[in-house]
């Protein structure tokens, strides 16, 4: 640590409220513990949790960094022991529990994979959160297969985009709903079969068209309220369906009589309060399924924009517009 300086830039939450709480400020550098890295931030992504944790909705773990943002990229600039993967100038993307708006993040080891030479940083800044969530939820928890139907919420949002490019390479077909004709137009050109306008249409009619008699085989949901049971009469018999967060709210009416007749199966997850070995794991199967598909263009991190690190306003604005297709990404 003896290079590295005592200080640094970052973004604090002052109080809770809208993008104009975010303040810049300077604290004292970070130290490596025990089977973690310090990384030299050069990209970090914008993600919905960070917006909830500015808000005041969703707090930093206890004995981890109350600094936002989930997911950065940059270069190891010290290690711990117990750190044996990577060394100091090693190119890294990371998944982490807070800490991602600074100039230096630290990492769990175990929760790092290697930036590919083709990919840009800005890029590998926006890969963790969503990939990590995505391969979880629809490859490890609902065992989504290739001939199968597959529905994501939000398609154009860093979930959708992920969800839709994963489940299409591994031989699904995809369904998606989305808020504009424009947005729908950009999930097809990802290689969504279906992109419903729910402002316009009902995605229950256009899902069971699309699949027929057969239903949609797994939903990946981060909408919630009325959307659980119109999920539930989307789903084929042994459907899956995983809860990811709750924009209309958690609480539903449910049938569970289809439920039982269906022989569905209902679940969630959430990535951040998951021990480090957890997280490791799913680190490795990205590393060993999609990073090759990330290296050869198979799929690829949307981006919708990037933004100077003291601009983290500007770019919770642009995510709350709800505008975006892609990834909004804070640079370094």
């Known amino acids: 640590m003896a290079d590295l300086p005592a200080t640094m830039a970052a973004i604090s939450i002052d109080g809770k409220g809208g993008p104009e709480v975010l303040k810049p400020v300077t604290l004292p550098t970070p130290a490596p513990a025990q089977e973690q ?27 981890h960094s109350e600094i936002p943002g ?12 117990g750190a044996t993967r990577f060394k100091p100038g090693d190119k890294v993307m990371a998944l982490v529990n807070g800490g991602g708006y600074a100039e230096f993040c630290l990492a769990e080891e175990a929760c790092c994979l290697a930036v590919p030479d083709s990919l840009p940083m800005d890029q590998a800044g926006g890969f963790a959160e969503t990939f990590f969530t995505v391969w979880h939820n629809v490859f ?50 990802l290689g969504a079969d279906v992109a419903v306008n729910y402002r316009t249409e009902d995605f229950v009619e ?72 957890v997280k490791g794991r799913i680190a490795r199967g990205l590393e060993e399924y ?27 604005a642009r995510m709350e517009e709800g505008t975006h297709i892609g990834k909004i990404v804070l640079t370094l």
Not at 37 to 63: C, E, F, T
Not at 159 to 188: M, N, P, W, Y
Not at 244 to 266: N, P
Request: proline share 4%; aromatic share 4%; with cysteine.
């Open 37 to 63: 890295v310090l990384i030299k931030v050069m990209a970090a992504g914008i993600n919905r949790p960070d917006i909830m944790q500015r808000q005041g909705l969703y707090p930093a773990p206890k004995g």
């Open 70 to 81: 989930l997911e950065v990229a940059g270069v190891v600039a010290a290690t711990a022991p």
């Open 140 to 189: 490890e928890r609902a065992h989504l297969t290739a001939g199968e139907w597959f529905m994501v919420h939000g398609g154009t949002s860093g979930i959708g985009v992920t969800a839709i490019q994963l489940a299409k390479a591994f031989g699904a077909h995809v369904l998606t709903t989305a808020g504009s004709d424009e947005k729908c137009q950009a999930c097809r050109e």
């Open 206 to 277: 256009k899902a069971k068209a699309a699949a027929g008699k057969a239903g949609i085989n797994v939903i990946l949901d981060m909408v919630g309220g009325d959307y659980i049971a119109k999920n539930i009469a989307c789903l084929g018999d042994d459907g899956r369906m995983v809860n990811i967060a709750y924009q209309k709210g958690s609480k539903a009416e449910v049938d569970f009589l289809r439920v039982m007749l269906k022989r569905l199966t209902i679940t969630g997850s959430t990535l951040r309060i998951r021990p480090t070995e």
């Open 290 to 316: 999609v990073l090759p598909m990330l290296v050869d263009g198979r799929v690829k991190v949307v981006m919708d924009s990037t933004y100077p690190m003291h601009e983290a306003g500007k770019a919770h």
